[in-house]
């Protein structure tokens, strides 16, 4: 079916830069630029972001409500967060930083042309509302990324196949993409830099797929975020993401920063990782005075995973309970070469060491968190907690 010509209005201040997006656009097909004085509505209007970005916002709200136009797209040398996050609310389709990246305009436009006769980019759908585990570690070093990827794997094989995605939040090493071998994906900077078009086909189209079905977002792999990574842009991706899948599970190593905060304030759930070390079991003591005196999480959804279990270890699971006032809801079991030796081939646990109990642990561990037993396993499950001096959840 042929479709009509999207009229493109630009109001862009600099000569250069609106002769740049006239030649961009024109070389495309499906286009028509409007003239100066052409005083029709446009279906999408290119609007500049100058330094009085208070005005030039009020201007589009203005253009929006007298209805200059359908769609919009902003430009601007300014991409600060604030900026970026009005343009979120704003609704904006595009946010095209200046100086321009052809590729980017035109891969914008080309979603812009293709998209906007067809249904809205949002899918209606059931709305999902998935759970946010937050796995944290009291201490470096602890297996927070071994756990967080792991679980993330067992949940992505429980029957039905959960919708599942993981999340890493170390913002300087993080290293999901080293324990599951992904090449470069878009990360969380990625993400900043196109709030505006924060929907879910957008994020489907940049999490990485990994071969189990799981979704993944690795950290920023650069040091020099320059704070785009705002506790408002997590806060719009997970409130997104809960719409888009069963289970979303965060590496969140160990900082405790706003952005922590933000995630902390969002989970449904947050595994605290420790050994059974006395520095451990002090910092799971203060983590739990700190969320207490912050207000959030809620207690009862605080849990806290003994990692590297030995039952011979000199600090009894049934002593790290009494000096921390928690009770251990699970204890994953210690396995170094199981463990490293999926690190090392990048793949999960279920891959490399199918049969061992390091994996069976964490995958009824998820099969816990998800409210599932398995028949006859549950007695086996009885069993092997109590042996380890757990009770049964
Ligand atoms: N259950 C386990 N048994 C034995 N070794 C383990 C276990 N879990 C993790 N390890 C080992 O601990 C080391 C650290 O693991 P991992 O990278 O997952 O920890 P982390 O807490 O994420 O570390 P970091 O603070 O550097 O992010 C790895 O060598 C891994 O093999
Ligand atoms: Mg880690």
């Known amino acids: 079916?042929?479709?009509?010509?999207?009229?493109?209005?630009?109001?862009?201040?600099?000569?250069?830069?609106?002769?740049?997006?006239?030649?961009?656009?024109?070389?495309?097909?499906?286009?028509l630029v409007q003239g100066v004085h052409d005083t029709m509505p446009a279906d999408l209007l290119i609007l500049e972001?100058?330094?009085?970005?208070?005005?030039?916002?009020?201007?589009?709200?203005?253009?929006?409500?007298?209805?200059?136009a359908k769609d919009f797209f902003l430009t601007s040398k300014n991409a600060?967060?604030?900026?970026?996050?009005?343009?979120?609310?704003?609704g904006v389709k595009e946010f095209i930083t200046q100086p321009i990246n052809e590729v980017e305009l035109r891969k914008a436009l080309l979603k812009y042309r293709d998209g906007s006769d067809s249904a809205p980019a949002q899918q209606k759908g059931p709305d999902r509302k998935g759970q946010i585990i937050s796995v944290l570690g009291v201490k470096g070093g602890v297996g927070t990324t071994t756990i967080a990827v792991n679980l993330a794997d067992s949940l992505?094989?429980?029957?039905?196949?959960?919708?599942?995605?993981?999340?890493?939040?170390?913002?300087?090493?993080?290293?999901?993409?080293?324990?599951?071998?992904?090449?470069?994906?878009?990360?969380?900077?990625?993400?900043?830099?196109?709030?505006?078009?924060?929907?879910?086909?957008?994020?489907?189209g940049i999490l990485y797929r990994h071969r189990s079905g799981l979704r993944v977002?690795?950290?920023?792999?650069?040091?020099?975020?320059?704070?785009?990574?705002?506790?408002?842009?997590?806060?719009?991706m997970l409130r997104l993401m809960r719409t888009m899948f069963d289970y979303v599970i965060i590496d969140g190593g160990q900082a405790m920063d706003d952005i922590?905060?933000?995630?902390?304030?969002?989970?449904?759930?947050?595994?605290?990782?420790?050994?059974?070390?006395?520095?451990?079991?002090?910092?799971?003591?203060?983590?739990?005075?700190?969320?207490?005196?912050?207000?959030?999480?809620?207690?009862?959804?605080?849990?806290?995973?003994?990692?590297?279990f030995d039952k011979r270890s000199v600090i009894t699971l049934r002593e790290a309970e009494q000096s921390t006032g928690k009770k251990a809801f699970w204890a994953v079991p210690n396995d170094f070469n199981a463990t490293m030796s999926a690190i090392?081939?990048?793949?999960?646990?279920?891959?490399?060491?199918?049969?061992?109990?390091?994996?069976?642990?964490?995958?009824?561990?998820?099969?816990?968190?998800?409210?599932?037993?398995?028949?006859?396993?549950?007695?086996?499950?009885?069993?092997?907690?109590?042996?380890?001096?757990?009770?049964?959840?």
């Open 80 to 90: 600060s967060p604030e900026v970026l996050i009005q343009a979120l609310r704003l």
């Open 217 to 236: 977002l690795p950290s920023p792999d650069r040091v020099d975020d320059k704070g785009t990574v705002t506790p408002q842009v997590i806060e719009a």
């Open 344 to 393: 090392n081939q990048g793949k999960p646990l279920s891959v490399v060491e199918p049969g061992a109990e390091v994996t069976d642990s964490i995958a009824q561990m998820a099969a816990a968190l998800a409210g599932r037993h398995t028949g006859g396993g549950r007695e086996k499950e009885k069993e092997r907690r109590a042996f380890l001096g757990l009770k049964l959840y």
């Open 1 to 31: 079916m042929l479709t009509r010509k999207k009229t493109v209005r630009l109001e862009i201040r600099n000569d250069r830069v609106r002769e740049h997006f006239a030649v961009v656009i024109a070389s495309m097909e499906g286009f």
């Open 49 to 68: 972001i100058g330094d009085d970005t208070e005005q030039d916002f009020d201007y589009l709200t203005r253009a929006r409500s007298t209805g200059r």
């Open 156 to 204: 992505v094989r429980l029957d039905g196949q959960p919708a599942v995605a993981l999340i890493d939040m170390n913002r300087l090493f993080g290293e999901i993409p080293l324990f599951l071998s992904l090449e470069h994906v878009f990360n969380w900077v990625d993400i900043s830099k196109n709030i505006a078009r924060l929907d879910a086909t957008y994020l489907t």
């Open 260 to 308: 922590s905060k933000t995630i902390l304030r969002s989970a449904d759930k947050v595994l605290l990782v420790a050994g059974l070390s006395l520095p451990c079991l002090i910092n799971v003591k203060k983590l739990v005075k700190i969320f207490r005196e912050l207000g959030y999480p809620p207690e009862p959804s605080v849990e806290v995973v003994i990692n590297r």
